[in-house]
């Protein structure tokens, strides 16, 4: 299926998310005998270039290579590249030469003579679309960049891991605590995902798995939540429109995001601010505070206001939340740590199918 389409009743909401797995897949299977594209080519059609890397790993963990010719995907240099079917490498280089490629030196000749381009393959422009619709919604964050409540007592954080494949599984963690201290709720979700990581479409990859398990803890509680924290960036966004803002907007609910890196923006080093143990930075877009970098010795995050919170708001919750000796708060490491050992247990359990059925 191209659109696969997820509902949260109680949220009162439907998110449709494109399965790039099947999309890439099934545009290899129309690329013509004697042509060839490149990763660059497909992420182009796609409708942004930066996709590239994402298609390589698509094309990577293709587990059909008999139905989907993935070895008709090379470099944008010409190189050949690798091949994760039976034979590896020189079954690919045989693959094409057996269509009338000519190769010399691992390397396409003439690769413009083969290439089956962007207007040949009549690709919708998926990310595009994307992209314009994260532009519109920024538009409705701004109007929601203020401050909403006095006090932040409930917070819920959340954090995705992942055990690779086709599809990826997504396990994520939905964690509220009362007053940054007392743990009253954990909610895990373990769901399949098809849409790779690519930069500026978090969203796409890991809403889904969290309004799965945030769908669940509201569901058990009792209460408001007061703001919750993603693992992920707000309006310090290429778009203004990180997954911070994506789910606050959809929720209704203040939201946070706490990234470890920069998509945008530059810190103002010049204006270092001390609070306690840590020390703080404005980010700037332009001229305009849009979040801050919070340092704890060596380690540091990057916070901006999701939606429904002034980023006042956001720098005091950052500057109050319980910090140890990790690399994140704590409240940001519970629902890492929970992730990462369903992911691990997850793998073994694959493994040790995976054994048995050998």
């Known amino acids: 299926m191209t659109i696969l389409t997820y509902v949260f009743p109680k949220f009162g909401i439907t998110f449709d998310v494109p399965n790039l797995y099947s999309i890439v897949y099934e545009m290899l299977r129309k690329i013509p005998s004697g042509k060839i594209t490149t990763y660059g080519e497909i992420a182009r059609a796609l409708g942004d270039i930066r996709a590239a890397r994402a298609v390589g790993r698509i094309v990577a963990l293709n587990k059909w290579p008999d139905i989907i010719p993935c070895y008709k995907v090379i470099h944008s240099d010409s190189r050949i590249g690798k091949y994760s079917g039976p034979g590896g490498y020189e079954r690919k280089k045989e693959l094409l030469m057996n269509e009338g490629i000519d190769i010399a030196n691992d390397k396409v000749v003439r690769l413009e003579r083969f290439l089956w381009r962007l207007s040949d393959m009549k690709m919708f422009p998926f990310l595009k679309s994307l992209q314009r619709m994260q532009s519109y919604l920024s538009d409705l964050v701004k109007e929601t960049l203020h401050t909403t409540k006095s006090r932040f007592?409930?917070?819920?954080?959340?954090?995705?891991?992942?055990v690779e494949g086709v599809p990826d599984i997504a396990i994520s963690a939905c964690v509220l605590s009362e007053n940054m201290v007392k743990i009253s709720g954990i909610s895990v979700a373990v769901i399949p995902v098809f849409f790779p990581y690519i930069a500026g479409y978090l969203a796409?990859?890991?809403?889904?798995?969290?309004?799965?398990?945030?769908?669940?803890?509201?569901?058990?509680?009792?209460?408001?939540?007061?703001?919750?924290?993603?693992?992920?960036?707000?309006?310090?966004?290429?778009?203004?429109?990180?997954?911070?803002?994506?789910?606050?907007?959809?929720?209704?609910?203040?939201?946070?995001?706490?990234?470890?890196?920069?998509?945008?923006?530059?810190?103002?080093?010049?204006?270092?601010?001390?609070?306690?143990?840590?020390?703080?930075?404005?980010?700037?877009?332009?001229?305009?505070?849009?979040?801050?970098?919070?340092?704890?010795?060596?380690?540091?995050?990057?916070?901006?206001?999701?939606?429904?919170?002034?980023?006042?708001?956001?720098?005091?919750?950052?500057?109050?939340?319980?910090?140890?000796?990790?690399?994140?708060?704590?409240?940001?490491?519970?629902?890492?740590?929970?992730?990462?050992?369903?992911?691990?247990?997850?793998?073994?359990?694959?493994?040790?199918?995976?054994?048995?059925?050998?």
Request: a positive charge; charged letters at 20%; glycine letters at 8%.
């Open 153 to 162: 007592n409930r917070i819920v954080s959340c954090d995705v891991a992942y």
């Open 204 to 358: 796409f990859r890991e809403l889904t798995p969290i309004l799965y398990a945030l769908h669940s803890l509201i569901n058990s509680t009792t209460g408001d939540i007061d703001c919750i924290l993603i693992d992920g960036h707000g309006i310090l966004h290429p778009r203004r429109f990180g997954i911070a803002s994506h789910i606050g907007l959809l929720l209704n609910i203040p939201t946070v995001g706490v990234a470890k890196e920069l998509l945008v923006g530059r810190v103002n080093y010049a204006s270092r601010k001390v609070c306690g143990d840590r020390e703080y930075y404005p980010v700037l877009l332009g001229n305009n505070v849009m979040g801050y970098c919070i340092r704890k010795n060596n380690h540091r995050i990057f916070v901006s206001p999701g939606a429904n919170i002034g980023i006042d708001d956001v720098l005091k919750i950052a500057l109050s939340l319980p910090w140890g000796k990790r690399k994140e708060p704590n409240l940001l490491m519970l629902p890492h740590d929970i992730v990462t050992i369903l992911r691990k247990r997850i793998q073994n359990f694959l493994k040790m199918r995976a054994k048995e059925n050998q």
